[in-house]
Nanobody, 126 residues
Framework: QVQLVESGGGLVPAGGSLRLSCAASGLHFSSYAMAWFRQAPGKEREFVAAIRWSGGSTFYADSVKGRFTISRDNAKNTVYLQMNSLKPEDTAVYYC???????????????????WGQGTQVTVSS
């Protein structure tokens, strides 16, 4: 079965950096668009970043643009999220997700993604 396993979360001071990883198995990884979402306590899950199957195109929420970078290594079946200049409002559980989108489209909504990881906690202290 499909498994997505996130790692790399933790506690970091404001202004610090973290790199999240998501290892995928049970799917043809290089065919899937991959994304990161996050969910803070009492809030809905929100889109953070996405990357096409080839890695050639990336998309970001306005709130993280210029600070976060999504990348992938199809040889390792892994997607990454490099997070720099972290802010307390970035505190959330971060989830990776996989989708087979229609040609030319990449999703930013939770319902567009077929598979999800269990999440990793990121806490940014002020």
């Amino acid at each position: 079965q499909v498994q997505l396993v996130e790692s790399g979360g933790g506690l970091v001071p404001a202004g610090g950096s973290l790199r999240l990883s998501c290892a995928a198995s049970g799917l043809h990884f290089s065919s899937y668009a991959m994304a990161w979402f996050r969910q803070a306590p009492g809030k809905e899950r929100e889109f953070v970043a996405a990357i096409r199957w080839s890695g050639g195109s990336t998309f970001y929420a306005d709130s993280v643009k210029g600070r976060f970078t999504i990348s992938r290594d199809n040889a390792k079946n892994t997607v990454y999220l490099q997070m720099n200049s972290l802010k307390p409002e970035d505190t959330a559980v971060y989830y990776c997700a996989a989708d087979l989108p229609p040609p030319g489209r990449i999703g930013t909504m939770t319902y567009e993604y077929d598979y999800w990881g269990q999440g990793t906690q990121v806490t940014v202290s002020s």
